[in-house]
């Protein structure tokens, strides 16, 4: 099974392509991902990679955790799980109680 990594502080310009074909310096690369905001259609300036086996994870850690791409310094580490999210909703407006707006009694 592959091992994931967060790869931070991308430049916004950097494709999955791009990301690809980096990690892939230092070993085999499953995928690569980059976030992209869902409104703008832009990218959040992180992504994931998944390489092949722990010891080429540890290889992409320690040539590109720090490293410069296009003028920013990557942060690559382990991937960590998502944190669940609340499944409250929008919250914060109660139903009923009438409030009274422009009625007359």
């Given amino acids: 099974?592959?091992?994931?990594?967060?790869?931070?502080?991308?430049?916004?310009?950097?494709?999955?392509q791009f990301l690809?074909?980096?990690?892939?310096?230092?070993?085999?690369v499953e995928s690569a991902k980059i976030i992209f905001d869902?409104?703008?259609g832009r990218?959040?300036?992180?992504?994931?990679i998944e390489m092949s086996n722990e010891a080429e994870a540890a290889a992409a850690i320690s040539k590109?955790?720090?490293?410069?791409c296009d003028g920013r310094t990557m942060t690559v580490n382990e991937a960590k799980p998502m944190a669940p999210r609340d499944g409250g909703g929008r919250g914060g407006f109660g139903g009923g109680?009438?409030?009274g707006r422009g009625r007359r009694y």
């Fill in 1 to 16: 099974m592959g091992k994931k990594l967060y790869v931070g502080n991308l430049p916004f310009s950097a494709t999955e």
């Fill in 20 to 28: 690809a074909d980096t990690f892939s310096q230092c070993g085999t």
């Fill in 38 to 40: 869902r409104d703008t």
């Fill in 43 to 48: 990218s959040k300036g992180f992504g994931f």
């Fill in 64 to 68: 590109f955790n720090g490293a410069d």
């Fill in 97 to 99: 109680g009438g409030g």
